[in-house]
């Protein structure tokens, strides 16, 4: 299954608005420790285009994240999110313009919001959760557990759906191009070190 376009407008809501991180030595439920994102050349991919310029950045979305919003809620979407200019083409999509500093710090807000996202989720299941960690490129999580309190917790696998959702997000708006997009979750029993379960998104259907 790939993602629904429902989970991909869900990520568009949140995407100029809150985000993910990247702990550089990694994510437990006492420490966040955030790294610098890094820096992106331009790319393209074919569900989001990113064009850095020497000044601004173009991020073109597709009209998939705009369906059932008006031109109204766009424009207040794009001020809220300190977009300087935006464009809404004739296939539908909307190419947003803004300033460096403003891409920079809405891609940073996205690993802040992830890393918020694994800290709630370690806080309220301690007996299961005992690290989460990923890459800078949020690319590849490590998620280490109690397993059997992790079998035995029905709402636990959803971690998996949230750090593959926010994964692909971030890469898609970083301008990683869309055959290259990939996300890894590795589980990992706290009392063998081993990998038990691996998730791959976006999922094959």
Not at 29 to 53: K, L, Y
Not at 141 to 167: H, P, Q, R
Request: hydrophobic letters at 40%; aromatic letters at 8%; charged letters at 25%.
């Amino acid at each position: 299954m790939k993602l629904t376009s429902l989970a991909v407008v869900a990520l568009f809501a949140v995407a100029l608005t809150s985000g993910c991180a990247d702990p550089e030595g990694g994510l437990t439920s006492e420490d966040v420790v955030a790294s610098e994102a890094p820096a992106v050349e331009e790319e393209s991919s074919q569900g989001i285009e990113v064009d850095e310029g020497l000044f601004n950045v173009e991020v073109t979305l597709p009209e998939l994240f705009f369906q059932g919003q008006t031109e109204q809620d766009i424009a207040a979407n794009a001020k809220e999110a300190g977009v300087s200019d935006y464009t809404i083409n004739a296939d539908g999509s909307v190419t947003y313009t803004m300033s460096k500093a403003a891409h920079d710090k809405a891609v940073q807000e996205m690993r802040d919001g992830i890393d918020s996202t694994i800290q709630e989720t370690v806080n309220e299941s301690p007996n299961v959760f005992k690290s989460v960690t990923y890459n800078d490129a949020v690319s590849k999580f490590e998620v280490t557990v109690d397993k059997d309190a992790y079998e035995a917790d029905m709402g636990a696998g959803f971690i998996g759906f949230n750090l593959g959702l926010s994964g692909i997000y971030y890469q898609m708006f970083q301008g990683v191009p869309t055959d290259d997009q990939e996300v890894v979750i590795n589980f990992i029993d706290e009392s063998t070190s081993e990998v038990f379960d691996s998730q791959s998104w976006p999922l094959e259907e």
